[in-house]
């Protein structure tokens, strides 16, 4: 399997809320920007994102691969319940964009470093 299947098995993983299946695209030493989070941790953050947001989704707009990393620009159209990013949404549909890096080890995410454009989501409150 290309590292460009194993990250759109990822999303759609994701896209799920398949959990259990989790293990399967992330590392057990995962580090989320520069952090070590483990799969434990990296799984709360994103339960917790779909806590925060009950209709997120992951829609890859844009996917460069070059083994072992894979580039992607994410959109999100979505609805936050409350405050997100220090900002409150409030129920209010906002839209923006991911630009979010992956490093695969072993068929399995291992680094992953994301930045959320924040401004574009201010610009709409």
Excluded at 20 to 37: I, K, P, S, T
Excluded at 51 to 68: C, K, M, N
Excluded at 97 to 123: H, M, P
């Amino acid at each position: 399997m290309t590292v460009t299947d194993l990250y759109r098995g990822y999303i759609a993983c994701l896209n799920n809320q398949d959990w259990q299946n989790l293990h399967r695209f992330v590392h057990d030493e995962v580090h989320y920007n520069g952090d070590r989070v483990r799969l434990a941790g990296y799984r709360e953050m994103l339960e917790r994102d779909f806590r925060e947001i009950p209709d997120l989704y992951f829609d890859i707009q844009l996917q460069i691969a070059e083994p072992p990393f894979i580039a992607s620009r994410l959109q999100f159209n979505c609805t936050p319940k409350g405050t997100f990013f220090g900002l409150p949404i409030n129920g209010r549909k906002i839209s923006f964009s991911e630009n979010v890096f992956y490093e695969f080890l072993d068929d399995t995410i291992r680094n992953v470093w994301s930045v959320i454009d924040k401004a574009a989501i201010e610009a709409q409150l």
